[in-house]
């Protein structure tokens, strides 16, 4: 069956960084897109970061709010995907999902941002 | 950025009922390539999303056929035939075309 465990999230202070990760299996991880997803607490869905294949040079696309301050990248050996998320700031609060081209989800990580 | 704009907002309906939830777009979804990223996704209490319909109209494996996925270039419908108590939950619509993808505010559908 196909698994996506996101790990790594917490409670951070503003400008503070922090990398949280998923885990994927029972699907084949080096051909899947993969994108994170955030939730607001009571808020709609963001789409925040795309991570191509290898054929596509791992090329990696960012929703305007989180563009250089996070940055997803990819294990392909070990079928995992990462998001360091840098200078955070109080409205990165959110419940962060990783999705394999929205087929997938994970149940999410809840990140904190809080002085 | 791409505009999905969902109505209605909320939606109440009896088991058995069958409704309809709209996606309208700010711009057509028609890729170059000749598909539409167009999805629909439902979302229950305290859950993640899942996948219902993509490519405008195709049904995910697993999900029930009472959902239908409908439209082209820039207006788009879900609609399920006869709701049922677990459709109860929040329905976004998710445009994968234009970068960067947008989802829709969502549609609450609650029991009446």
């Known amino acids: 069956a196909v698994q996506l465990v996101e790990s790594g999230g917490g409670l951070v202070q503003p400008k503070e960084s922090l990398k949280i990760s998923c885990a994927a299996s029972g699907f084949t991880f080096s051909n899947a897109a993969m994108y994170w997803v955030r939730q607001a607490p009571g808020k709609g869905l963001e789409w925040v970061a795309r991570?191509?294949?290898?054929?596509?040079?791992?090329?990696?696309y960012y929703a305007d709010s989180v563009k250089g301050r996070f940055t997803i990248s990819r294990d392909d050996s070990k079928s995992m995907v990462y998001l360091q998320m840098d200078n955070l700031k109080t409205e990165d609060t959110a419940m962060y999902y990783c999705t394999a081209i929205f087929a997938y989800w994970g149940q999410g990580t809840l990140v904190t941002v809080s002085s | 950025d791409v505009v999905l704009t969902q109505t209605p907002p909320t939606l109440s309906a009896t088991i058995g009922q069958s409704v309809s939830i709209s996606c309208r777009s700010s711009q057509s979804l028609l890729h170059s390539n000749g598909n539409t990223y167009l999805n629909w996704l439902l979302q229950r209490p305290g859950q993640p999303p899942q996948l219902l319909i993509y490519?405008?109209?195709r049904l995910e494996s697993g999900v029930p056929n009472r959902f239908s996925g409908s439209g082209s270039g820039t207006d788009f419908t879900l609609k399920i035939s006869g709701v049922e108590a677990e459709d109860l939950g929040v329905y976004y619509c998710?445009?994968?075309?234009?970068?960067?993808?947008?989802f829709g505010a969502g549609t609450k559908l609650e029991l009446k």
């Open positions: 490519l405008v109209s």
């Open positions: 998710v445009q994968s075309t234009h970068a960067p993808y947008t």
């Open positions: 991570i191509r294949t290898k054929p596509n040079n791992y090329a990696t």
